[in-house]
Antibody, heavy 119, light 110 residues
């Protein structure tokens, strides 16, 4: 089973920054568009960001636009999410999800990394 | 980027069928045939079970089926099994490389 692995979560104060990482060596990383999806405690899934396989195209949900930056390093088979100006409501499990080759679905998900924003 | 609307809960007896609805707008579900469904067991990552409205990824049983009419998509689980008890989320492509999810439906197998 193809896997991706997230890391970088932790406890951060409001207004602080954190960088999440996602990596996989089980598929041709650069051939796939990637997403970040988050899930606040007891809540549903929320798509927050997308990056194309080459890294040249990005998009963001309104809730994180201007604060979060998605980027990738295909030489390292890695995806990143730079999170700045963190707020309490950014507290969530953050999932890295591969966009499927067809169908614009998310076919491979990591186990998630937990971000807690609290003073 | 408003969330799609799902019922918070659904239930059914083993062996029976249950259908979960997912309502969006012409900007998401109604505008694209890119509806997907995800199953999530407690403490686990979501798992793709339906893509492009009604297609199954490899390994997903055909007891799960999807459909769409206008701005509403539906997931039907037939022959309910105890392991089907989980949260189910719909999602739709919403254009410009953005996606929207539903609020989730907790399926209970009675």
């Amino acid at each position: 089973e193809v896997q991706v692995v997230e890391s970088g979560g932790g406890l951060v104060q409001p207004g602080g920054s954190l960088r999440l990482s996602c990596t996989s060596s089980e598929f041709t990383f650069s051939s796939y568009n990637m997403n970040w999806v988050r899930q606040a405690p007891g809540k549903g899934l929320e798509w927050i960001s997308y990056v194309s396989g080459s890294g040249s195209s990005m998009s963001y949900a309104d809730s994180v636009k201007g604060r979060f930056t998605i980027f990738r390093d295909n030489a390292k088979n890695s995806l990143y999410l730079q999170m700045n100006s963190l707020r309490d409501d950014d507290t969530a499990v953050y999932y890295c999800a591969r966009r499927s080759a067809t169908g614009r679905a998310m076919d491979v998900w990591g186990q998630g990394t937990t971000v807690t924003v609290s003073s | 980027q408003s969330a799609l609307t799902q019922p918070p809960s659904a239930s059914g007896s083993p062996g029976r069928s249950v259908t979960i609805s997912c309502t969006g707008t012409s900007s998401d579900i109604g505008g694209y045939d890119y509806v997907s469904w995800y199953q999530q067991h407690p403490g686990k990552a979501p798992k793709l079970i339906i893509y492009e409205v009604s297609n199954w990824p490899s390994g997903v049983p055909d007891r799960f089926s999807g459909s769409k009419s206008g701005n509403t998509a539906s997931l039907t689980v037939s022959g309910l099994q105890t392991e089907d008890e989980a949260d189910y989320y719909c999602s739709s492509y919403a254009g410009s490389n953005s996606w929207v999810f539903g609020g989730g439906t907790k399926l209970t197998v009675l």
